[in-house]
């Protein structure tokens, strides 16, 4: 993956996340039947950041912040150790994925930022035990509009010993900054590092774009380590002058967390999850390496959908092994295994996003982004035929479709878009859902803003126990609602129903929903969580 297209994978996830930060109180529930939980599994994984313990209980051992999850692997050179969960973050403080962890030896507690609370880090013991928040007290009014990793000063660093590091961006597309801030949360300096500018002979090589910062490690004695979403490193010092880099990373996806280890060996998370080494002058160490799986190895999991031909999920992901390939999956509903389908990037297609399914016509239909338009793929994984939905005929810029489903009766898509940034009509957009033909002729717009919602994450039509179609609606703030199909939940409120994903699910994020129409668990529906990386089966009572 290029460092400009995770670059957006990121920016993408950011505006989700922070057209949401203005509704995170959770709402209770308004539907008198309750949710009951079938299943639920982490199916793949995404690491955030790693950090390094160096005293106590873990000493000696590599942190990693995966999705919500916080995982310990032992430095060892040979054998190497197990990856062992020890905790999770998932408590009403934080509103979404942190971005970012650090080890404050001094105080022997995590550290984690992210994005919805940019003044705020969240601190836990080695056992998970929450002790509560510091205020980061920016220089200036300044407050970051993103946040990426943290790192920890030692105490026998001599430029601001026992201090923490905040990576922070000043807009989504940078430019990037450092903040040096102590314990209790002052910012003490700021760091502008005078990155250079690319080569006359080669002016567009993204790996100098240092717009994004991704993780920054101490080095001792004295120095930094500093990442961005490229396959380079670089080092500075404490004024921001360049010392040494770009260092090119042979076989990196891109780098979301460094850093240094007591025995001087230096470790990176090569996206999407494997562990990269090298000694304390950047020379690879390969031999050190490690990939370890989660769940299914459906990495960034982001779109689900029934198939009723074979009673399994399809399930759009990273393809194993690297996380960056994009791809769909068969998994049957005791979510044990996996079998992919299709692949998307093999086909040219690297841009799939949520997904539904055409039960007559045994099609898998993909919401796409480039080019954006529904895909429709044959079981087989070989492209069947394309839909536009670009709108330009119509004079109309949608932007990016953010949900999909399919309505069998009717023989119609029904699209969400996330409009088009910087313009006015951009968050009407996100309300709205508008039906296609299978021409792609658009046919009608429904308007969810009276639901309240600020924005659609996932849509799935069903029929309800009458027969009834409806919509499950995934909106902002963790709600999910059930409208009619002309996206009206007002009639008969309590027929509807609305309930909250993070109360009655345990989820704190949210990317497509399914409904489960055939099989032993019909009637039922599915979610998965792109930052979680966890899928969830789910009944309405």
Excluded at 259 to 268: F, G, L
Aim: charged share 15%; with cysteine.
């Amino acid at each position: 993956m290029t460092s400009s297209s995770l670059i957006a994978l990121k920016t993408r996830r950011s505006v989700c996340i922070l057209m949401s930060s203005f509704f995170v109180m959770l709402l209770a529930a308004t539907d008198a039947r309750s949710q009951t939980v079938v299943s639920r599994t982490r199916i793949g994984g995404y690491s955030e950041d790693i950090t390094y313990v160096s005293r106590g209980r873990l000493r000696n051992n590599i942190v990693i912040l995966d999705g919500y999850e916080v995982f310990a692997v032992e430095n060892l050179r040979t054998p190497k150790g197990q990856m062992t969960k020890l905790f999770d973050v998932k408590i009403p403080e934080i509103n979404t994925r942190p971005n970012g962890i650090t080890y404050i030896e001094s105080e022997g507690l995590f550290a984690f930022n992210e994005v919805t609370q940019p003044t705020k880090l969240f601190l836990f013991t080695d056992t998970g035990q929450f002790k509560g928040t510091r205020t980061i007290g920016y220089l200036g009014g300044y407050v970051p509009q993103h946040m990426e990793g943290l790192a920890y000063i030692p105490s026998t660093s001599p430029s601001f010993p026992d201090h923490i590091i905040v990576t922070a961006l000043d807009t989504l597309n940078g430019p990037s900054r450092i903040e040096v801030v102590r314990r209790d949360g002052h910012v003490d300096a700021e760091i502008f590092p005078n990155w250079p500018a690319p080569p006359p002979s080669d002016p567009d090589n993204p790996i100098y774009d240092t717009s994004f910062i991704g993780d920054v490690a101490f080095l001792a004695p004295n120095k930094l380590l500093v990442t961005f979403y490229t396959n380079a490193i670089w080092t500075i010092d404490f004024a921001g002058n360049v010392l040494a880099g770009p260092h090119e990373v042979s076989g990196a996806n891109g780098f979301e967390g460094i850093v240094q280890m007591s025995d001087n060996r230096i470790v990176a998370v090569n996206y999407p999850q494997s562990l990269m080494f090298f000694d304390q002058n950047l020379n690879r160490a390969p031999e050190s390496d490690r990939n370890d799986l989660i769940g299914l190895n459906l990495n960034t999991p982001r779109g689900v959908a029934w198939n009723s031909d074979t009673d399994r999920l399809l399930i759009t992901h990273g393809l194993a092994p690297d996380g960056i390939s994009a791809a769909i999956a068969s998994v049957p509903i005791s979510l044990d295994a996996a079998t992919q389908v299709v692949d998307l990037t093999g086909t040219g297609f690297g841009t799939g996003q949520r997904l539904t399914y055409l039960p007559a016509e045994h099609l898998i239909a993909v919401a796409s982004s480039i080019p954006r338009a529904i895909l429709l793929f044959n079981s087989n994984g070989t492209l069947n035929s394309q839909i536009n939905l670009s709108m330009a005929a119509l004079g109309l810029n949608l932007g990016n479709p953010l949900a999909i489903t399919y309505i069998p009766a009717t023989d119609q898509f029904v699209v969400g878009f996330n409009g088009i940034n910087n313009n006015p009509d951009q968050p009407a957009e996100r309300r709205r859902l508008r039906v296609f033909s299978r021409t792609g002729t658009l046919v009608n717009t429904l308007d969810l803003t009276p639901t309240g919602t600020a924005g659609i994450a996932g849509v799935a039509y069903f029929q309800d126990s009458g027969g009834a179609g409806r919509f499950m609606i995934l909106g902002s703030a963790g709600r999910a609602f059930i409208t009619d199909l002309n996206g009206d939940s007002r009639i008969g409120i309590g027929l509807f129903g609305e309930f909250n994903i993070r109360v009655k699910l345990g989820l704190l994020g949210r990317s497509d929903i399914t409904a489960i129409t055939t099989g032993p668990q019909a009637g039922a529906f599915a979610v998965v969580d792109n930052a979680g990386g966890e899928i969830v089966i789910f009944r309405l009572d």
